[in-house]
């Protein structure tokens, strides 16, 4: 039976440390402060939005929410944006994804200033990250880097492989692995033996959006499973491993809830002071 890596408790740790941070700023007279912007009312969007915003409130972080409805235009999302670019009381500035069809996603990523683009989305700080230098990293994946280190685990040397190829997730994740000398291997939808490679890695990262996707005969014993799932069935949350048989074999496994989720918030709040305190590009 492996061991379950305590994504909540490992958060909170995190958190605490922020908290520290923010009241060293707030004696210099500077509020971190975050705004999040939502288009639409998508009902998954909401509660991360809700999440994010809570999780600010308890590090004394100041955080706006714009509600933009479903018929906003790219423009008035853009004006929107230009306005907080310029606003110096705003630190960080997220867009929540996804965005109404209408909307050119890339375009208004691209329209954050790169030194508040706390989700790391922008092509420059893709850029700085592929080339390892200090930047925005995004934060599901910055979360699971963290939580392997957190949990003392070597990832230099290990064979990573990487179920999904998403912006948000997959392409990221694999190559914040390399930066940490992991060998990494992508699999992903038009792949056709992916099983010949989960059984040979150290480290399986599952971000397909597939519920129990991975199984226990494709994954080697001992091996570390990240599962990055969140999949809402009848029967409640799942991730994208089938957890108990996996968790029989793995030599450690992050559950959902519980796992991946809260780290994402809680490096979305390092990010946030990152910003605060001003990344230099
Ligand atoms: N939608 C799903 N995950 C994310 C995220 O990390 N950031 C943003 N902005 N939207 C998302």
Do not use: W
């Not at 590090?59 to 479903?70: D, P, V």
């Not at 959006?209 to 994954?219: E, I």
């Not at 499973?225 to 968790?247: H, K, Q």
């Amino acid at each position: 039976m492996g061991k379950i890596i305590d994504g909540k408790t490992l958060a909170k740790n995190i958190r605490e440390e922020i908290k520290v941070e923010v009241l060293s700023l707030k004696e210099k007279g500077i509020t971190p402060c975050l705004v999040v912007i939502l288009v639409g009312n998508d009902p998954a969007s909401e509660v991360y939005v809700n999440s994010k915003m809570r999780c600010c409130h308890e590090l004394g972080i100041i955080s706006e929410q714009f509600k933009l409805s479903e018929t906003t235009t790219e423009s008035e999302l853009l004006a929107k944006i230009e306005q907080l670019n310029q606003d110096p009381s705003v630190h960080g500035i997220l867009v929540q994804l996804p965005l109404p069809k209408h909307i050119n996603k890339q375009k208004v990523i691209e329209s954050i200033n790169p030194l508040k683009d706390v989700d790391g989305f922008h092509p420059i700080n893709i850029g700085r990250m592929m080339t390892g230098q200090d930047t925005f990293l995004p934060c599901t994946p910055f979360g699971i880097i963290r939580m392997l280190k957190d949990s003392g685990l070597e990832i230099s040397g290990k064979y990573a492989v990487v179920l999904g190829r998403s912006e948000i997730v997959g392409k990221p994740i694999g190559q914040l692995l390399l930066n940490e000398n992991a060998t990494v291997t992508y699999c992903h939808s038009k792949t056709t033996n992916t099983a010949d490679f989960t059984r040979l890695a150290d480290i399986i990262i599952v971000a397909v959006g597939m519920a129990k996707y991975l199984k226990a005969d494709q994954v080697k014993p001992g091996a570390i499973i990240i599962d990055v799932g969140i999949n809402r069935l009848e029967a409640g949350l799942v991730g994208d491993v089938d957890f108990t048989p996996v968790s029989e074999v793995a030599s450690y496994i992050s559950p959902v809830p519980g796992g991946v989720g809260p780290m994402t918030i809680a490096m979305l709040m390092f990010n946030t002071i990152k910003a605060t305190k001003g990344l230099t590009l």
